[in-house]
């Protein structure tokens, strides 16, 4: 049997609304009740997460320090695997001859003595041809090209000077064995 309030509601009709606000009520307390815990919990959660954030910037400027190191002994290494390419190529060279200064020409090539004959051969750029003077050393590559200019020679064979041809420029010598050449004199030997 149902029962009519004074407001025009039946009792049953009452207590649905009843159960639904309690229900609602429950969902509130526990929404509230969650959201407690975040707030307790939040705090918390910020510790570690600035703890976290302490210690990855702890490791950061760690490998960036190592990270400079590795960086500057790859830089020496390097430097150093140049400095040995250089000396491994340095010493792979084959061996230089020398010969001797007599003149040069227009063309830019020169005279100069050699293995006891007179050979016209290339300069290299990096040589200066009107600096180089008669009677002074240069050395030859392989391919018989003048690649430095040297110094007079302060060495050599003993002569005696019998006289000293026209021009100044040669002179006839007598070595050992009474053997009379005639030789070029370098340009420190000649007069004027």
């Known amino acids: 049997m149902q029962h009519d309030h004074p407001d025009g509601r039946s009792t049953e009709g009452r207590d649905r609304d009843d159960a639904d606000v309690t229900a609602q009520i429950r969902m509130l307390e526990d929404e509230v009740a969650l959201l407690r815990r975040r707030i307790t919990e939040s705090p918390r959660h910020v510790r570690l997460l600035e703890e976290r954030l302490a210690e990855a910037s702890t490791s950061v400027a760690q490998l960036t320090e190592r ?88 060495t050599g064979e003993v002569c005696a000077l019998r006289e000293i041809l026209s ?22 030997l000649t007069p004027g």
């Open 67 to 154: 990270n400079t190191k590795l960086v500057e002994t790859l830089r020496d290494a390097r430097s150093q695997l140049l400095a040995l390419r250089e000396e491994v190529d340095r010493l792979a060279q084959p061996p230089s001859g020398y010969g001797v200064f007599v003149t040069g020409h227009d063309d830019g090539t020169v005279d100069v003595f050699t293995s006891g004959r007179r050979m016209r051969v290339a300069v290299s750029p990096a040589v200066e041809v009107g600096n180089l003077r008669r009677g002074q050393s240069v050395r030859l590559n392989e391919a018989l090209t003048v690649v430095e200019a040297g110094s007079f020679e302060a």
């Open 167 to 188: 021009g100044g420029e040669r002179a006839l010598v007598v070595g050992h064995a009474d053997e009379e050449r005639v030789v070029w004199l370098a340009d420190p």
